[in-house]
Every structure is written in structure tokens, then in C-alpha cells.
């Protein structure tokens, strides 16, 4: 089970329910391609799709305008919901376009177009069902990647279906019906891409935060050990000589340090200015602070086996 705030799992619904509509649109496709020229009660099926999926964008829409916490960038929600929106647009706009154009039969390329498109649409239903597990279940990714291979094929089935209609058809008229609504066809299967483009740029970025969270817990865990390491080197002297009571120095030493952090960042500008690349990325610095860690409780714990060896 995912583990999401009701609010969160709010748009993960919203967004199964639209992978859903999608795919029920795209099978309804399927079956007027097949089934063509039989097809007056698909057509206003896919009509009612198209309008139930514009229902479901202002429905998204409005739960992010209302809502203070989402499951990722609002930015990123509100471009997901658009571009689910354009599948089914470009479904129902090549059944419309068909009806206009009176054509009399079906080319097979439509026919692969439409199944690949069905199947680029499920693989992004299944792709949503599993968003909500993104961070420890690959096969977001996965499905994403799947649909992208039948935007890829289709690719294909667009070029050879141009070539066949260029060299084979010597009407013009069918000639310019068929080029319109094989780039119509082309465009709804990029939109499944696009869509798909879009869920793996949410999972990066997604990913992108939570190592950026590791990598400040890592950095005030390393502080906090470090403290300890240094510490005792820092006052060891000045305690040892009982120059200064033993609270005193501590005291003064983090004080001190505080101070001098706040005060001045020459240090730190001169390593950035060169001897290290600034444009390190974060899982190298989330590396960095793991291996200081460990280094830092390793000579600690021989630091303090010498130290009762001499008592």
C-alpha cells in the first residue's frame, strides 16, 4: 500500500480515473476503425469520452486550485492533466475528420495506428496505477519507456503509410484526406509520448527532492559526529593544562565556531573557486558525506581505544 496524505491520493485517483477514460476511448477507436463504415454509435461514444475527459481536466484543475499540499509541482499536475486531455482530443478528431472527409475504406496503417495507440494508452493506465509507489516501484518507469516503443513504431507506420499513399493513390483529393488524417493519427500517438515524457520528468524531479532531504540529514549528521571528532583536539590543550575549566572550553569552542562560520565564508569561496567542481551533483555530495561520516566514526573509535590504553 502507498503511503500518500488523503490530499495527494486525491490526484492520484483523479489521474487512474483519466488513464481509464483514455484507454476505454482508445478501444472504442479501435472498434470504429474495424468496424467502419458501421460506426454511428461509436462516433457519438467517442464524442461523450472526449467531453467526460474535458470534465475530468476541470475537475483536476479545480482540486489544485483548492487544495495547499499536492503530490508534486502544480506546475507539472495542471501540464499532466492537459496533455492526457489531447489523446482523447486526437481520437475524437479523426473520427470527426473520417465523417467529413467521406472516406470509403479504412487503410490498414490507420487500423496499426489505432492499435498502438490503444496499447501506448494502457501502458499509461498502468503507469498511473502504479504513481503513487513511484519512489521503490520501477515499473512507472517501465511502463513509460513501453509506451515511448509504440510512439516509436508508429513513427514507422507514418512514414510507410505516406510513401504507400504518395506512390499508390493518384487521386489528389484522397491523396490530401489521407495525408490530414495520418498526421492526426500521428499527432494523438505523440501525445501519448508526451504524456509519458511528462510522468518520468515528475518522477526525476520527485527523486531529485528526496535525495536533496537525504542530503541535508546526512550533512547535520556528519556535523553533529565531526563535533565530537574535533572537539576534543580543539580544547585538549587548554583542558589538559586546566587553563580552562572543561565546560568553559567547550563552551567557548562552539561558540567560537559558530561565530567564525557566520562571520566569514573565505574558506569555503576559495574551495569553490577551483579546487573543487561546484557543479557537483547530489548524489556525489550524499557519497562525500556518507564516506566522512564513516571515516569520522572509524578514527573516532581508535581515537578512544588509545585514550584508555593511556589511562
Keep these: 500500500m502507498s503511503r500518500v496524505s488523503r490530499r495527494e ?61 499536492t503530490p508534486f509541482d502544480r506546475e507539472d499536475i495542471s501540464e499532466l492533466a492537459l496533455l492526457m486531455d489531447e489523446i482523447v482530443d486526437g481520437i475524437e478528431s479523426v473520427t470527426a475528420h473520417i465523417d467529413m472527409y467521406d472516406i470509403d475504406e479504412i487503410r490498414p496503417e490507420a487500423g496499426q495506428m ?26 512507472v ?39 490530414s488524417l495520418m498526421d492526426r493519427l500521428e499527432s494523438t500517438l505523440d501525445a501519448t509520448k508526451h504524456v509519458a515524457n511528462a510522468l518520468q520528468n515528475v518522477i526525476v524531479k520527485k ?14 549528521i556528519f556535523e553533529f559526529i565531526n563535533g565530537f571528532h574535533d572537539t576534543a583536539n580543539a580544547i585538549a590543550t587548554t583542558v589538559y593544562t586546566k587553563a580552562l575549566p572543561l565546560r568553559v572550553a567547550i563552551l567557548m569552542s562552539a561558540t567560537m565556531n559558530f561565530i ?9 569561496m576559495t574551495i569553490a573557486s577551483g579546487l573543487v567542481d561546484i557543479q557537483l551533483q547530489l548524489y556525489v555530495v550524499f557519497a562525500a558525506l556518507a564516506g566522512a561520516i564513516i571515516w569520522d566514526l572509524f578514527t573516532g573509535g581508535l581515537q578512544f581505544q588509545v585514550r584508555l590504553r593511556m589511562l
Design 9 to 69: 491520493d486525491a490526484f492520484y485517483s483523479m489521474f487512474s480515473e483519466f488513464s481509464v477514460l483514455t484507454v476505454s476511448a482508445a478501444k472504442l477507436f479501435v472498434s470504429f476503425i474495424e468496424n467502419y463504415p458501421d460506426h454511428e454509435d461509436l462516433t457519438a461514444q467517442i464524442t461523450n469520452y472526449e467531453s467526460l475527459c474535458d470534465d475530468q481536466v476541470g475537475k483536476i484543475i479545480s482540486t489544485l486550485n483548492t487544495s495547499f499540499i
Design 114 to 139: 489505432a492499435h498502438l495507440i490503444l496499447f501506448a494508452s494502457e501502458e499509461l493506465q498502468k503507469a498511473f496505477e502504479h504513481l503513487p509507489d513511484y519512489h521503490k516501484d520501477d515499473s
Design 141 to 179: 518507469i517501465d511502463h513509460t519507456r513501453a509506451t515511448n516503443e509504440y510512439e516509436d513504431q508508429g513513427d514507422v507506420v507514418y512514414r510507410n503509410a505516406l510513401s504507400s499513399i504518395f506512390r499508390n493513390v493518384t487521386d489528389p483529393i484522397e491523396v490530401i484526406k489521407w495525408k
Design 207 to 220: 527523486m531529485g527532492s528526496i535525495l536533496l532531504v537525504a542530503v541535508l540529514v546526512a550533512a547535520v
Design 260 to 268: 567564525g562560520a557566520l562571520m566569514s565564508e573565505k574558506v569555503a
